[in-house]
C-alpha cells in the first residue's frame, strides 16, 4: 500500500513538473534556444528524485569542447541518469522515436536517430551529430549499440565512432574530445546489488519493456554510480578502431571497479 502511495505521489510531482516544464521546452525547439539544452536536466532530476534514483558522480565532465560521452549501456534508466548529470544530447536508434513515453521524451530532448541498417544515410547523420558538437553541444553514444545485463560492457562497434571524426574539421583545435562514462547500479533497497538483482535495473533487448518499468518502479530505490574516466583526443589522423577500443577498456575497468565497490575515476 504505502509503495503504490509513494508511486502515486511521484507521479503527481512528475506531471506536474511536465506540465510546467513542457510547453517551455516545445518553445525552445521550435526557436532553437540554448534553453532547450538544460531544462531537460531539470527534468530528469526532478525525475530521479521522485522515483528513487539516487546518483553518485566520481571524476569530471571534460570541460574541453566538441565533447563526446560513450558509455556503457544496460537499462532506459541510463538515459535519466545521465540527462540529470549534464545537459546532453543522444544517439539513438530509429526505433526509439516509436517506442511509447520514451520516443516523445527523446524528441523533446532532441536525440539525433540514427538508421544504422542504411549506410547511404550514414553520412547525413554523422553530419548533423558533427555539427551539434561543433556547436557546443554534449553528444552521448552507446557504443554497444544496444543493451547488456548491467554486469558487463558488450562489444563495442568502432562504426559509430565516425560522428567524432566528422566533427573534427569542424573543431577550433582540430581535435573531438571523447570521453568513457561508466554508468553502475550498485543498490537496490538500500543494499548493495548484487549480479543476481542487477536485471532489476538493467533491460536487455528481450524484455518487454513496461512488465520491467513496473517492477521497477515497485523496487522504490537504486544507487547509481556514475564514473568519468579519462578522456582521448580524436583527431583527423586517429586511429577509429584504436580509438574504440582505448575508450572500451577504460569504460570496462571503471564499470567493474564500481560494481565491486571501487571507484575509479
Known sequence: MIAWLRLAFAG???????????????????FDWKLRRWLPRIWHR??????????????KMETHRPLMLCANHSSWMDIM??????????????????????GNLAKLQKSVFVVREEKRKTGHQANEIATRMA???I????PEGTTSDGNRLLEVKSSLFGAAAMAVPASPTGAVVVQ?????????????????????ASWPGD?????????MLRCGAF??????????????????????????????TMLGAALRGHKTA
Open 12 to 30: 503527481i510531482v512528475i506531471l506536474f513538473a511536465s506540465i510546467v516544464l513542457m510547453p517551455w521546452q516545445l518553445l525552445a525547439l521550435r
Open 46 to 59: 526532478i525525475v530521479c528524485f521522485c522515483l528513487g534514483i539516487r546518483i553518485r558522480v566520481h571524476g
Open 81 to 102: 541518469v545521465l540527462s540529470a548529470v549534464a545537459d546532453v544530447a543522444f544517439i539513438a536508434k530509429i526505433e526509439v522515436r516509436d517506442w511509447p513515453i520514451f
Open 135 to 137: 556547436d557546443g553541444e
Open 139 to 142: 553528444v552521448v553514444l552507446f
Open 180 to 200: 568513457p562514462v561508466a554508468v553502475a547500479y550498485t543498490g537496490v533497497y538500500g543494499l548493495p546489488m548484487g549480479r543476481y538483482h542487477r536485471p532489476l
Open 207 to 215: 524484455v518487454e519493456m513496461f512488465p520491467h518499468l513496473k517492477d
Open 223 to 252: 544507487e547509481v554510480d556514475v564514473c568519468f574516466g579519462e578522456a582521448v583526443e580524436y583527431r583527423a589522423d586517429s586511429n577509429r578502431k584504436k580509438v574504440s577500443a582505448t575508450i572500451a577498456r577504460r569504460i570496462r
